[in-house]
């Protein structure tokens, strides 16, 4: 069974920058890991995703420009860097990887097969 542990979540003033990580383990294979994020009341909302064998990223609107996804394959541990954070960056952040093949669609929740606990950002103004 796999598992998600993402870490490098906490509280940064509008501005500043911070970097999550994900580490997996367990899977036999992974095709993508994605970021998302959450708040509450709200549908989660892909932010980053990054194919394990190199390729296309994909980044949702709201943080182009802004974000960097990057990989690790040693480690098997994905990064999301946020610059220039916003008060509107406040969410919990959950790393999610897609094991299976075929369509998908990046950056939609049910493309993703399984997720981490989440961690906790807090951009203050």
């Known amino acids: 069974q796999g598992q998600l542990v993402e870490s490098g979540g906490g509280s940064v003033q509008a501005g500043g920058s911070l970097t999550l990580s994900c580490q997996a383990s367990?899977?036999?294979?992974?095709?993508?890991m994605g970021w998302f994020r959450q708040t509450p009341g709200k549908q989660r909302e892909g932010v980053a995703d990054?194919?394990?064998?190199?390729?296309?990223?994909y980044y949702a609107d709201s943080v182009k420009g802004r974000a960097t996804i990057s990989r690790d394959s040693a480690k098997n541990t994905v990064h999301l860097q946020i610059k220039s954070l916003k008060p509107e960056d406040t969410a919990v952040y959950y790393c999610?990887?897609?094991?299976?093949?075929?369509?998908?669609?990046?950056?939609?929740?049910?493309?993703?097969?399984?997720w981490g606990q989440g961690t906790q950002v807090t951009v203050s103004s």
């Open positions: 367990g899977y036999t294979y992974i095709n993508n």
């Open positions: 999610a990887v897609r094991t299976y093949g075929g369509t998908w669609s990046p950056l939609r929740e049910s493309s993703y097969n399984d």
């Open positions: 990054i194919p394990t064998s190199g390729g296309v990223t």
